[in-house]
């Protein structure tokens, strides 16, 4: 697959799930203001992974918002395996803290089998965080903190995304295009 056509699946899922479905309350902004960077990796393994996100981490800290206030780090095929995927958050974790940068940038995970703990892998509140190909999720505090404050907080936002998501189902997850349910 071509960085162009990952990057067009991925663009098609933020907008018809994402902003389209209201998932995240602050994407709409950024990514209309073309603020969110999209970047796929060619590792062929996860320490050349790891290297682009200490690459991705350093650009985000050392470039204004009003540049880049957001980036997702894409690899289309080495993290087929979602539990596999879900430790590499933890890596990530490390290199913000190995980076000095904990209280200024964080990490969420995407993946097309994403399962909260606790929940059945056909739950449609997974669908959160489903997103075509495995993906890092390189935020600022300040803006995610921002988002929140807007929302009511992070309860309301989840109880909102579970209830458009319960009540979208898998048929109308199919109809957004967005593949496999």
């Known amino acids: 697959m071509s960085h162009e056509d990952v990057i067009a699946a991925t663009r098609l899922w933020l907008e018809k799930a994402v902003i389209g479905l209201d998932l995240c309350p602050f994407a709409r902004k950024v990514y209309l203001e073309n603020r969110v960077r999209l970047v ?4 062929r393994h996860l320490d050349g992974f790891l290297e682009d996100l200490d690459r991705e981490l350093a ?4 470039t204004p918002a009003s540049e880049i206030d957001t980036t997702l780090l894409i690899h289309p095929t080495l993290f087929s395996d979602f539990i596999d995927f ?6 990530a974790d490390e290199a913000i803290s190995e980076q000095a940068l904990d209280g200024v940038l964080q990490v969420a995970n995407f ?34 903190d921002a988002a929140v404050a807007e929302e009511a907080g992070a309860d309301a936002i989840a109880e ?5 998501l319960e009540k979208l189902g898998h048929a109308g997850w199919l109809a957004l295009g967005l593949g496999k349910h």
């Open 59 to 62: 650009l985000l800290a050392q």
């Open 160 to 164: 909102r995304n579970s209830a458009t």
């Open 86 to 91: 879900n430790d590499v958050l933890l890596l």
């Open 40 to 43: 796929v990796s060619d590792a």
């Open 111 to 144: 993946h097309p089998d994403f399962q909260f703990d606790g929940c059945e892998p056909d739950d449609m509140v997974n669908y959160v965080n489903r997103a075509p190909f495995a993906t890092l999720h390189l935020l600022r505090d300040a803006s995610v």
